[in-house]
């Protein structure tokens, strides 16, 4: 099939490459220039493990094109929307123009019989209205809602292999037309038996919004016990092993830590919560606002950890931070935990250094007043204490009596809780973490 993607963020780049490694002849459309440019030279402008090479491949075969044109998206039989929805300079709605502008651009190269497909994460009505303005504009041409589920980190082999699939359709005879295109699309994820889940536009809307409020509250929940173990003594790793092995529960999303951030747990909850109140419901959300707070306040208590192991005061303290990512397998800097404690240690007065595998150019351009290092060995040369705020592999596997020889003092704060506790104690290490016992 010949396919146009709109959009070649990380979502649209991801799927126009994955979209032309199972046959379709694909091209991705965005204004950005120098992102067009950096892709059709096989160049990823961001980090993703898998990407770069599917992208190379891709590219070779010739069923892969870029364009800064919206014409070139003429002829093709299904159009992915793919732009980003980020939230409102001082509000918590979904700023929607990205998406009504793509879709108003292909307006003028739509014919009838062709398939607009959205993927972006929109607030609940969005294709309704979407569906309304194309079968006026470009009568004969249909409406599908198809969202995304990609974890970073894993973007390719949750595009080519998902757990499941989600249809929003139109009713009647053209929801068989656009079923039957998304099938053709998918053919070889059909095949294999994917779930597959067809509904209405709204639900369709609502399942990402929904999925990811309930992760977020899942965090937020162990974050809230890991309060509780602070004021009690218990252990919040063990609690969360315990109570995961109950099936109804399950272990996944319970690590208590630094919380959560990125381009979609965050701005995605506010949105649900800001559409909800349009619509009337908001009660109905309201937890999610504890949700947000309980997540926030993980920032504060570990800037307050990190005075507390520092002799009560940051004030000329050296302090180095590994981790910049808001999630490890990532260079995403979108409301990065990790960095927010950065620089909130920096303004109490602490000599910050910070390091990561992949962000640090990203963090530099957001975030220019923090110093940076290439190295863990070089972030905590002469340190008075090691922040672990994002759980790398690079940082869980170091060796803690090697690393114990950098450092001034050996205290370490365990941001994710992703370390061997016992193995670092051992080594002479001064361990904390949030929700655990001082070791």
């Known amino acids: ?14 799927h126009a490459a994955s979209m032309a490694e199972i046959g379709h002849e694909v091209v991705g459309i965005d204004v950005d220039d120098a992102k067009i440019a950096s892709l059709a030279k096989a160049e990823a402008p961001f980090f993703e ?13 010739g069923r892969l094109r870029f ?44 014919s009838p019989g062709e398939l607009v497909v959205g993927k972006s994460t929109v607030p609940v009505g969005t294709a309704a209205q979407l569906a309304d303005l194309i079968a006026d504009k470009a009568p004969g041409a249909l409406l599908a809602w198809n969202p995304e589920f990609l974890r970073e980190g894993f973007a390719v082999q949750d595009t080519l292999h998902p757990d499941r699939l989600v249809y929003g359709l139109p009713a009647g005879a053209d929801g068989d037309t656009a079923r039957a295109l998304l099938d053709e699309v998918y053919a070889p994820i059909v095949e294999r038996g994917t779930p597959k889940v ?89 937890f999610l606002r504890e949700v947000d707070n309980i997540n926030m306040r993980r920032r504060i208590r570990m800037v ?9 005061s940051l004030l000329g303290k050296r302090v180095a931070v590994l981790g910049a990512a808001f999630k490890p397998d990532s260079d995403d800097i979108r409301d990065s935990p990790a960095l927010n404690v950065a620089a909130q240690l920096q303004l ?17 351009r957001q975030w220019p007043q923090l110093d940076y290092a290439a190295t863990p060995e070089e972030a905590a040369e002469r340190a008075d204490a090691v922040l672990v705020l994002t759980e790398w592999k690079q940082y869980r596997e170091l060796d803690p009596e090697a690393f114990g020889r950098v450092v001034k003092q050996k205290r370490v704060l365990d941001g994710r809780n992703a370390l061997d506790r016992e193995a670092w104690t051992a080594a002479g290490w001064t361990y904390r973490a949030l929700g655990r016992r001082a070791g």
């Open 1 to 14: 099939m010949k396919i146009s993607v709109i959009g070649c963020g990380y979502l649209g780049a991801v």
């Open 49 to 61: 493990p898998g990407f770069e090479e599917l992208l190379e491949r891709t590219l070779a075969t």
């Open 348 to 364: 109490q007065g602490a000599v910050v250094r910070v390091t990561d595998p992949a962000a640090i150019e990203n963090s530099r």
């Open 198 to 286: 067809e509904s209405d536009y709204a639900t369709a809307e609502m399942v990402k919004t929904a999925a990811n409020s309930f992760l977020a509250t899942k965090i937020s929940f162990i974050n809230a016990m890991a309060e509780l173990c602070e004021a009690t003594g218990a252990d919040v790793k063990l609690l969360a092993d315990a109570i995961g092995f109950d099936d109804r529960i399950g272990r996944k999303f319970l690590n208590a830590g630094l919380g959560f951030g990125g381009g979609c747990l965050p701005k995605d909850i506010r949105a649900f919560m800001a559409r909800a109140g349009e619509l009337g419901a908001d009660q109905a959300l309201t």
């Open 304 to 312: 307050e950890l990190a005075r507390e192991v520092c002799d009560g």
């Open 67 to 110: 364009s800064t044109d919206f014409a070139d998206a003429a002829g093709s039989a299904v159009h992915f929307v793919c732009v980003g929805t980020p939230q409102k300079r001082g509000e918590y709605a979904a700023d929607m123009r990205y998406v009504q502008g793509a879709v108003e651009s292909l307006l003028d190269v739509l």
